[in-house]
């Protein structure tokens, strides 16, 4: 049973670009949830999905977004990248809701 | 809405010394409460939970926390640490029940243990 996987590890872009993160779930979990965290900084909610549809929000601005597939892997688009930006971004899956499980992260810098 | 706060930024302390993380929350309703651990450079590996029943939980390397409702609190305690438990330690809350059962996390406190 593989864990929870992100892609890509880091990832460099600059003011104004649009980025990609991917997430893959563990095997059978239909949530996940993306977290940002900064540096010094615990993590921070954005948002998560239940079978493809989105179930909750943090306080995040429209300019982040997200997709869940069939097969539940997920995406984390975020438009018009600003230097605040720049943190860990984390994945995380979950059959039950006491129980989460979380990916290495992306580590994205904006400059 | 639910929190979480993490009194102590960084916790110094020499190996095979006692130590123990603050942990405190609030909600409105009955909780899970977890601790997660971050190694440099990597994602968050579930240490230990509550979820219900006896409140003193215990994970495979000898850390422990107490769930106490009275209190507020769920701190992490290891009677003797060792170099390689230095990291930065996360306590999350979520509600069990008529709530969101997402995880929220405190600021995290950087256990860092000296020879």
């Known amino acids: 049973e593989t864990g929870v996987t992100q892609s890509p590890t880091h990832l460099i872009k600059t003011r104004g670009q649009q980025v990609t993160l991917r997430c893959s779930s563990q095997s059978g979990h239909n949530t996940v949830s993306w977290y940002q965290q900064a540096l010094g900084q615990g993590p921070q909610f954005i948002f998560q999905y239940y079978r493809e549809e989105e179930n909750g929000r943090g306080n995040f601005p429209p300019r982040f977004s997200g997709l869940q597939f069939p097969n539940y892997s997920s995406e984390l688009n975020v438009n018009a990248l600003e230097l605040d930006d720049s943190a860990l971004y984390l994945c995380a899956s979950s059959l039950a809701a006491s129980s989460w499980f979380f990916g290495p992260g992306t580590r994205l810098t904006v400059l | ?115």
């Open chain 2, 1 to 115: 809405a639910q929190s979480v706060t993490q009194l102590d930024s960084q916790v110094p302390v020499f190996e095979e010394a006692p130590v123990e993380l603050r942990c405190n929350y609030s909600s409105s309703v009955s909780v899970y409460l977890f601790w997660y651990v971050q190694y440099p450079n990597q994602g968050l590996q579930l240490l230990l939970k509550y979820l219900s029943g006896s409140t003193l939980v215990k994970s495979i390397n000898g850390f422990e926390a107490e769930f106490n409702k009275s209190q507020t609190s769920f701190h992490l305690r290891k009677p003797s640490v060792h170099i390689s438990d230095t990291a930065e330690y996360f306590c999350a809350v979520s509600h069990a029940s008529g709530g969101s059962y997402i995880p929220t996390f405190g600021r995290g406190t950087s256990l860092i243990v000296h020879p």
